[in-house]
Each structure stands twice: as C-alpha cells, then as structure tokens.
C-alpha cells in the first residue's frame, strides 16, 4: 500500500527540506508541490516528478488524494493555508512559528479541532535525546519545584541574510524578528521541558547591529504562577552560537548545554535546608552527572523524525508529538515580549488576542518594504 498522499506548499528553502523527509518515511507519499513563485513550482515539480500547482487551494481541489499538507511558506500564509486545509478535511503540518500572532494560533486550533483533523508544529529539536530526557527527568520529578530558569540562545546573522529574501525582518513580511524566526525552538524548549509557562513577561527588545525594523535582540524577565522565576536572551548579533537551558529546582540544577545535558543533584532539597539547617554557612552538597555519555542517538532525528511521527499521528488517530495548543506556547511567549516591549510595561499572559491584533496592524501598517 502506497502512503498518506501528502504535498508541500513552499518549496523554496525549508519546503525542499521538507519533500527529502518526506521520501525517507514510508507512510508518506509525496503527491504535489506547490508555490506561489511559478518557476519554483515547477522546478520542483521536475525534480521530484509530481504535479505542481501555484495556489494551494486549487492543488486541494484538483487531488482530492492529497490527504496532508506540509506548510513551509513565510509564516504569516500558515494559517490561511492551514485554515483552507481544515475545511477540506486535510491534516497539516506547518512549519514554525505556526503563526505571527496568537489569535491566529486560536483560530488554526478550532478549524482543525472542527474537522477532525491532525495540526502538528515542526519543532524537531523535541526529537533530540537530550531535550526528550531533560524532559522525562522533570515529569519523573527529578528536579522537583521549579525555582529558576534561564535561557540563552545567539547566533549570527548578517545584513547580506536579511536581504536575502524580501520578508525577512519586517514587520509586514515576518511579524518580528529573532523572535519569529530563530528563537522559536529555543522558546518551545523552554517550555516543554520544564511543562511551564510564565504569568508574567517584561521584556526589552532592540534592534542593535542590523539595519533592520523588528528586533534582532530580546532580553526578558519571567515570572511563574508557583513562585519560579526565569530570564531569557536571544539574539542574532552574536557568535560563537549559544544555546543554554538552565532549570534549577529544589532538588538540582539541570543545565542543557550545546549537546551537552549536565545535572548536578542536591543531597537536600533546597527548600528543607534553607529552612531547617542550624549551620551558618552552610548549603547542600552536590554532585555533577554528565548524562550526556548515556544519550541514545534515536533512530530517525530532524524533519524525518517529525515528519514521521505526523504520518503515525494520521494513521493511528493520536496527537502527534506537538500539537496545535503545544506550538501555540512558542508564539504565545515571542507575543508578550514583544508587546511588553512596545509598550514598556509587563505583559499578563494569555497575551490578550485583541491588544496583540491592534499593536502588530499598525506595526506592518508602518512597515517599510524591502527593495
Ligand atoms: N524548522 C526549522 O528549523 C526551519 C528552518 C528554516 C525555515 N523554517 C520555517 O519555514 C518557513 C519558510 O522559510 P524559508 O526559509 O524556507 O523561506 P523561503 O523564502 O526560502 O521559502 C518560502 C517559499 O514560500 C513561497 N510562498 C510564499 N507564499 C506562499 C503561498 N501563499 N503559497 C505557496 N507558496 C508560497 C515563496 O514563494 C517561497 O518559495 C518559515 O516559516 C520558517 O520559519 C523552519
């Protein structure tokens, strides 16, 4: 039996990507590509010997075998093409962030809740051993409360990376910057791992070193319903690359690392000493585990795992491994800082949808257009 036929819209950059995943799982057949940009449609039609449509919509009608889509288009068309999907009974995978603002998250979520469907985020560092166990550590209750977390992620990019596509690092073309676009894993991580979100976000997002309209700098402070607090860098001004999760909770620190998972467990729980121990200078002993020696490489990682776990997500009627509601958090988190920034002052969440829709209209209705 051939697979659950499937097609990608976008196929410039990550869409290519996305059609080689694809022809490494069995349980996915690649039936079409599609892209606004005709010659890309085409060449990649060619390529790949499958029809090739310029809007996704008449690509839905024409192949009614077409069971799933693959989005990989500039992130505000994800929820249109995830929308006009759902309404036609086709499950979707859509690239991250899976949308510029959390209302349109909301929206995604019910169209697909209303048809059945399966929505899933392409978030595939969740498949990397390291993040998977950081994860399995905090649901065993390894770390216990939560008291702190710490993310850090920079990377580097050039003015000449901006440039190079029309609708990167605007407000109109991208919604945000190192928010939208590089950050997001590093947000969803955040998240996933420690199964938190913050009650409050106050956040200073500048645009340093680019000459380019939305942030490629953003510093947060997080606080947490249970008393945790937390503090968050991205940005893209920066090299070497960094990329560090701290979580420290009464019973250890956890500290993720480059690929590199490190846990350093107390003797005490932290809490029980600070309250009960008579020694002046005291604190609890601890000892560093390197876990990362005990990590497995899994069989299939990136996009083929995700794609994957999408096609078993369809086949077996279960969620896939990150959901609509679970990519949701990811923009969720980028929405508040953003409107914390713009408006100075700290931001409650759930981002409240109609505040965020009136600040990002007039931010693209200020936007200038790239050459
Ligand atoms: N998961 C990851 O690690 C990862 C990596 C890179 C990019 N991405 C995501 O993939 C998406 C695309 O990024 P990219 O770098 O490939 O962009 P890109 O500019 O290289 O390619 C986007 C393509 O989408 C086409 N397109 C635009 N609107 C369309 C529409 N309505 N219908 C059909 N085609 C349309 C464009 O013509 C272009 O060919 C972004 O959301 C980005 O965040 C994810």
């Not at 905090?138 to 216990?144: A, F, H, P, S, V």
């Not at 009650?199 to 249970?226: C, F, P, Q, W």
């Not at 069989?299 to 896939?320: L, M």
Request: proline share 5%; aromatic share 6%; net charge positive.
């Amino acid at each position: 039996m051939s697979g659950i036929g499937i097609a990608v819209v976008g196929v410039k950059g990550m869409g290519k990507g996305h059609i080689e995943a694809i022809k490494k799982v069995p349980g996915l057949e690649l039936r079409g590509v599609c892209d606004v940009v005709e010659a890309e449609a085409k060449a990649a039609g060619e390529a790949y010997k499958v029809a090739a449509y310029t809007d996704h919509v008449k690509m839905l009608e024409a192949d009614e075998k077409i069971r799933a889509v693959a989005i990989a288009t500039p992130h505000w068309f994800h929820p249109k093409i995830a929308i006009d999907c759902a309404k036609r009974k086709v499950h979707v995978l859509t690239e991250k962030p899976m949308s510029v603002t959390v209302g349109d998250a909301d929206k995604m979520i019910a169209a697909h809740k209303k048809a059945k469907t399966v929505l899933a985020v392409v978030y595939q560092h969740r498949f990397a051993p390291m993040n998977a166990l950081a994860h399995k550590m905090i649901r065993e209750g390894q770390l216990g409360r939560i008291h702190r977390v710490l993310l850090i992620e920079t990377c580097c990019r050039s003015n000449a990376y901006y440039a190079s596509g029309a609708w990167r690092a605007t407000w109109r073309g991208e919604g945000g910057g190192v928010l939208l676009n590089q950050a997001p894993h590093a947000l969803d991580m955040l998240q996933w791992i420690t199964g938190l979100m913050p009650k409050e976000i106050y956040a200073l997002n500048e645009t340093a070193m680019h000459k380019i309209e939305v942030e490629d700098r953003a510093s947060a402070l997080l606080r947490y319903a249970g008393g945790a607090v937390g503090y968050l860098h991205v940005s893209t001004t920066e090299t070497p690359n960094q990329g560090r999760i701290e979580i420290f909770g009464d019973k250890g620190l956890l500290v993720i690392e480059g690929d590199g998972l490190r846990f350093a467990k107390l003797d005490q729980p932290m809490a029980e000493f600070i309250a009960k121990t008579d020694k002046v200078w005291g604190r609890p002993q601890h000892e560093w585990t390197d876990l990362t020696p005990t990590l497995v490489k899994p069989e299939k990682t990136g996009h083929e795992a995700v794609f994957a776990d999408f096609a078993e997500a369809i086949a077996n009627k279960r969620p896939p491994l990150v959901t609509g509601p679970d990519g949701r958090n990811s923009v969720e988190l980028a929405n508040a800082m953003i409107l914390s920034s713009q408006t100075g002052k700290p931001v409650k969440l759930p981002v409240a949808r109609a505040a965020y829709e009136r600040l990002i209209k007039k931010l693209v209705a200020k936007s200038k257009k790239r050459a």
